[in-house]
Every structure is written in structure tokens, then in C-alpha cells.
């Protein structure tokens, strides 16, 4: 029986392909220290992050021809095909659709596509977790910054487009704060799914099915005018449908974002975000268990 141990981090090699490698696995246990001493490591648990987050985006890179490259072509080969489809072929939707467009598909991908990642976080770290002792938080956390690397790619490319456009203001200045409500939203939705799914496999599905949903429920497509005044509000209490808001009021409109729009959206990163520690802290122990059963 293989007894769990912590991790020396300074003794991970990151330039390795890939964290799941089984040698990168010898590695690590080689230089583990006695889960005892789990304690005095602790502070050094978020050299685990980096390392998974490289190796990561290392594996992920080496496996394509144009390597990193491909995070920048990936998404301009994406927007384009927006802008021909909407812009030029079929030229409908409102003035300025096809910004207007960009900007929620930007955001809204970023969002369903860390989700979705989030389901097979810890599934992932199966063969490391057998072997060593870490805090299994660190896998949806490590699923959310490598999502995050990619993203700034993104960002770029349609903060570039836009400033082509004629859109660039000073509310822009508000943008990271946007990003940075976004990503704190992000990191909680993804952990209680991340948490949740080695319990409950076939909570993917439903995963899927409530992002589809969801897309049609937080104005991607559509603008905010196009709800009754009345159901607004409403609709509003979906904390994508106001990050897209927020987004389109700051780079399109040149509004800064609504304080009260912002203290919800905050309020809902805060709360799922507190219920992910809660959940991957207290299965910790259970999922090497669950996931060899």
C-alpha cells in the first residue's frame, strides 16, 4: 500500500509535459516528506498550483503543430467567422451587432468553457493523488488559471478589434475589475461542480445541459432592451447575463459599470466560492477513495 505523503514543491521539475506524467509522479513521491509534517508544507502548496498550471499549458501546447501559437489563431479563426456570418453574409441585428455580439461570446465562452473543464478536474489528478498527498483543491483551482492563461489571449484580440473600431474611452479603466468579478465567479461556479462530480458522474450532463441554458438565458444573443422592462430585474439576477451587461456598458457604451451591479455579482462570486472551499475541503480525504471505486 502506497502511504500519501506531501510534496517538497522545489523539486518538481515544471519543464515536464505533463503533471499526470508517471514520472513526474516518481518525482514527487521520492521527494515527498511524511504526511506528519503535512503542516510545516503547507505555505508551499501554491508552487503545486504553478507547476500544474505550466505543465498544463505546457502538455496542452506540445500536443499541436503551432504550439502556443494556436491560443492566438484559435480565437481570431472564432471571432472571424462571427463577423463574416453576422457582418457580411446576413448583416442583421442591430447597429453595431457584430460588437455587440463579440463582446458576449468573448465573455460567455470563457465562462462555459472553465465550467466544463471543472468536471474532470479532479478526475484528472486520479493517478498524482494515489500517490501523494496535495489538497485536492488545487486541481479546479489549477482547471481555472490555465482557462485563464488562454483567456487573456482573448481578451486581447477583441480589446484590439474594438480599439480598431473606434471604441477605446475611459471606461475602459473599469475592464480588469469586470474581469477580475468574472474570474472570481468563475473559480466558485468551478469548484462546486469540480467538487461535486466524482460523487456524482453523471452530473456532467447536466452541467451541459444548464450551460446551453443558460446561454439563451444571459442575453448573448440578444440585448437587455429586448426584456420587458418589467422582467429586467429579473432577468438581471442571472450574474452572467449582468456580467455581460457590465462588459458591453464598458466597452461599447462607454458607461462606467453600476456599483449595485457590481456588489451582486461580487455577493454570487462570494458565496459559490465559499461554498467550493467548504465542499473540496471537506471530501478531500474521500476522493482518492471514490475515484478508485
Known amino acids: 500500500m502506497v502511504q500519501h505523503c506531501s510534496l517538497p514543491f522545489p523539486a518538481v521539475e515544471v519543464a515536464l509535459p505533463c503533471i499526470h506524467n508517471s514520472i513526474l509522479s516518481?518525482?514527487?513521491?521520492?521527494?515527498?516528506?511524511?504526511?506528519?509534517?503535512?503542516?510545516?508544507?503547507e505555505q508551499r502548496y501554491d508552487e503545486l498550483l504553478w507547476v500544474l498550471v505550466r505543465a498544463r499549458l505546457a502538455s496542452e501546447a506540445s500536443k499541436q503543430y503551432l504550439h502556443v501559437l494556436w491560443w492566438f489563431l484559435e480565437p481570431l479563426l472564432s471571432l472571424s467567422?462571427?463577423?463574416?456570418?453576422?457582418?457580411?453574409?446576413?448583416?442583421?441585428?442591430?447597429a453595431n451587432f457584430v460588437d455587440f455580439l463579440l463582446v458576449g461570446v468573448v465573455a460567455w465562452n470563457w465562462f462555459q468553457r472553465?465550467?466544463?473543464?471543472?468536471?474532470?478536474?479532479?478526475?484528472?489528478?486520479k493517478g498524482l493523488m494515489l500517490q501523494v498527498y496535495f489538497p485536492k483543491i488545487l486541481l479546479p483551482l489549477a482547471t481555472v488559471l490555465q482557462d485563464l492563461v488562454k483567456q487573456g489571449f482573448v481578451f486581447f484580440l477583441l480589446l484590439c478589434y474594438l480599439?480598431?473600431?473606434?471604441?477605446?474611452?475611459?471606461?475602459?479603466?473599469?475592464?480588469?475589475l469586470v474581469v477580475l468579478l468574472q474570474l472570481i465567479l468563475?473559480?466558485?461556479?468551478a469548484g462546486v461542480v469540480a467538487a461535486l462530480v466524482p460523487?456524482?458522474?453523471?452530473?456532467?450532463?447536466v452541467v451541459a445541459t444548464g450551460l446551453q441554458l443558460l446561454l439563451f438565458g444571459s442575453g448573448v444573443f440578444y440585448q437587455l432592451s429586448a426584456i420587458p422592462e418589467a422582467l429586467q430585474s429579473?432577468?438581471?439576477?442571472?450574474?452572467?447575463?449582468?456580467?455581460?451587461h457590465l462588459y458591453r456598458e464598458i466597452l461599447l457604451y462607454g458607461n462606467l459599470p453600476a456599483l449595485g451591479k457590481m456588489a451582486v455579482l461580487a455577493s454570487y462570486g462570494?458565496?459559490?466560492?465559499?461554498?467550493?472551499?467548504?465542499?473540496?475541503?471537506?471530501?478531500d480525504a474521500l476522493y482518492p477513495r471514490v475515484l478508485t471505486e
Open 270 to 283: 462570494a458565496f459559490f466560492c465559499a461554498l467550493a472551499y467548504f465542499l473540496l475541503r471537506r471530501f
Open 234 to 244: 429579473l432577468f438581471l439576477a442571472n450574474p452572467v447575463a449582468t456580467l455581460l
Open 199 to 205: 460523487f456524482l458522474p453523471d452530473l456532467r450532463f
Open 114 to 125: 472553465t465550467v466544463s473543464n471543472a468536471t474532470q478536474s479532479i478526475s484528472s489528478g
Open 81 to 94: 467567422v462571427f463577423y463574416l456570418v453576422f457582418g457580411v453574409l446576413l448583416q442583421r441585428g442591430t
Open 26 to 41: 516518481q518525482k514527487l513521491f521520492r521527494n515527498a516528506v511524511p504526511m506528519d509534517e503535512r503542516a510545516h508544507s
Open 186 to 189: 468563475v473559480t466558485g461556479v
Open 163 to 176: 480599439l480598431g473600431a473606434g471604441y477605446l474611452q475611459m471606461s475602459w479603466l473599469a475592464f480588469p
